[in-house]
């Protein structure tokens, strides 16, 4: 069987566009890539993509230069989780204190990371986590 190398892109879809892009470029800092009316693009740690769709702009194909954009969407609470620096665990719970962004909850791994829980704007569950969560992280 060939090999996979690894996951590209997280997707989630929000009600609101720009608030959205508010969250994840302020409070997270995300790096905008690309986007529009109906998407936006964000490098994470220049590694993965974070995709967010305005909800319901998806759902017919969509003609690019390259070919055709299959149809897509989702509803409801999505979890995803980034990677932080254990070092950083403190730096980031004051960060989103000043930020105005409560800690929905906060876990200890048995392998010793940790993790935070925070919602984004449209009731998304963001993950924060330390290595250690997974052998493999």
């Known amino acids: 069987m060939p090999a996979l190398s690894g996951v590209i892109e ?4 929000v009600d609101d566009l720009d608030r959205a892009s508010e969250f994840y470029e302020q409070v997270l800092g995300l790096r905008r890539m690309t986007g529009d009316e109906r998407f ?3 490098s994470v740690a220049e590694r993965g993509v974070l995709l ?10 969509v003609q690019i230069p390259g070919g055709v954009i299959p149809p897509h969407d989702g509803s409801g609470q999505n979890h ?8 950083e665990l403190e730096a980031w719970e004051k960060h989103l204190a000043a930020h105005g962004t409560a800690i929905e909850s906060r876990v200890k791994w048995p392998a010793g990371g940790t993790s935070l829980y925070l919602r984004d704007p449209h009731g ?3 993950e924060l986590a330390t290595p250690g969560l997974w052998e493999i992280y």
Request: net charge positive.
């Open 10 to 13: 997280t997707a989630l879809y």
């Open 40 to 42: 936006r693009a964000y």
């Open 80 to 87: 995803f989780a980034l990677a932080i620096a254990a070092g």
């Open 124 to 126: 998304n569950l963001v």
């Open 52 to 61: 967010l769709f305005r909800s319901g702009a998806t759902t017919t194909p």
